[in-house]
Each structure stands twice: as C-alpha cells, then as structure tokens.
T-cell receptor, first 110, second 114 residues
Framework: DQQVKQNSPSLSVQEGRISILNCDYTNSMFDYFLWYKKYPAEGPTFLISISSIKDKNEDGRFTVFLNKSAKHLSLHIVPSQPGDSAVYFCAASDPQKLVFGQGTRLTINP | EPEVTQTPSHQVTQMGQEVILRCVPISNHLYFYWYRQILGQKVEFLVSFYNNEISEKSEIFDDQFSVERPDGSNFTLKIRSTKLEDSAMYFC????????????FGDGTRLSIL
C-alpha cells in the first residue's frame, strides 16, 4: 500500500534554518492531510493539518503547503529548533481512517 | 491538556494466548481507533468505532480481533489467539468529531508474542 509516501527517510538541518519535509500521495479522494511528530516511546502528536480544498495552512513556526495537481504536500518548519528533532509522519484522511507515510527522521544540529 | 491513555505500556504473551489492550480516550471524544506499527513498517489502520459499533475495519482486523467500549471511558482491543506476527506497537486514538478534527494518539502498547 503506497498511497502515501515520504521518500526521504532522514533529514539533517542546522538550528535556525528552515526544515522542509515532503510527502506524496496517489488517492485524490483524501479530504484532509495531517502532519504528526513522534518522539521515541511516545505516540504520534498532531502538529498541523490542511483541508484538500486549501493550498496553505500556517500555525506559528509550522506551515503546510498542498499542491493538488502534483499530489504533493510539504511541511515547513522555520526557524528549526533542537526540540524539533523527531520522526515526522504525513497522514491522509480517508476519511474515517488515517493512511500514514513511512516517516522522515528530522535531526536539528546546533 | 487531555490525553489518550493506554495500558499496559508493554505486554508479553505466549503465542495462542488471549490479550486485551486497554485505552482511555479523551473524555468528550466520539470516534475511537486502533492502529498498529510493526517494527520498521508504517503505522497501519486496524479499526474505527463510533456510536458503539465498528464503522470501518482493515483486512488485518480478522475474526481474531474484537473491540469493545464496555463503559463510558474504556476502549479495548482483544486478540483472541495471538500469533508471532501480532508482535507490534498498538496505538489507540480518538477524536472529537469529523470534518478535519485530528485524531489524538496514546503512547502505545508494545505487544511481544513469544
């Protein structure tokens, strides 16, 4: 099942710079897209979401962009902080269930 | 901030035994879910539950699995006869409503089948 794909297993960014995490999907019927952050030994924590009818949503340091024609979304974190180091999951709402990507491990370097 | 609580954090069980994983969703939430993550793989949907019945289930959720909301606070996942391949992290989630309301996850139960 490759409906939601995160092609980068890891990303390393310097503190204070922008982190960009990417996600691709294949199903045009997804109604919402969400980003979750996960620390070891904890469950996924909701970060930000976007409706399929929007192209941008912003919440503080986090912005999600949706490109429906490319079936692509991205999460921008700016400025990146050491506490942002975690695994980030892209998820699509189907709509009753969430379909997850494989995750991207983000490491913020001082 | 309200949170989803799961117990136990780690469960070790012999193959063929029954296991019950417990969850206390956020109190005013109406929709409940179970997901699992096998080591090194994606988080996978198992089942959704609303208004005291299953609303959707995946192919993984076969006759060996069942869910129950026995009272106003708990939500349980039962595996009747565990297999080695059931070893995974099991996450419970809940959400207040539909229309973009996010699912909130517990910290999971690590199930190890010997």
């Amino acid at each position: 099942d490759q409906q939601v794909k995160q092609n980068s297993p890891s990303l390393s960014v310097q503190e204070g710079r922008i982190s960009i995490l990417n996600c691709d999907y294949t199903n045009s019927m997804f109604d919402y897209f969400l980003w979750y952050k996960k620390y070891p030994a904890e469950g996924p924590t909701f970060l930000i979401s976007i409706s399929s009818i929007k192209d941008k949503n912003e919440d503080g340091r986090f912005t999600v962009f949706l490109n429906k024609s490319a079936k692509h979304l991205s999460l921008h974190i700016v400025p990146s902080q050491p506490g942002d180091s975690a695994v980030y999951f892209c998820a699509a709402s189907d709509p009753q269930k969430l379909v997850f990507g494989q995750g991207t491990r983000l490491t913020i370097n001082p | 901030e309200p949170e989803v609580t799961q117990t136990p954090s780690h469960q070790v069980t012999q193959m063929g035994q029954e296991v019950i994983l417990r969850c206390v969703p956020i109190s005013n939430h109406l929709y409940f879910y179970w997901y699992r993550q096998i080591l090194g793989q994606k988080v996978e949907f198992l089942v959704s539950f609303y208004n005291n019945e299953i609303s959707e289930k995946s192919e993984i959720f076969d006759d060996q699995f069942s869910v129950e909301r026995p009272d106003g606070s708990n939500f349980t996942l039962k595996i009747r006869s565990t297999k080695l391949e059931d070893s995974a992290m099991y996450f419970c989630a809940s959400r207040a409503g539909t229309g973009g309301q996010p699912q909130h996850f517990g910290d999971g139960t690590r199930l190890s089948i010997l």
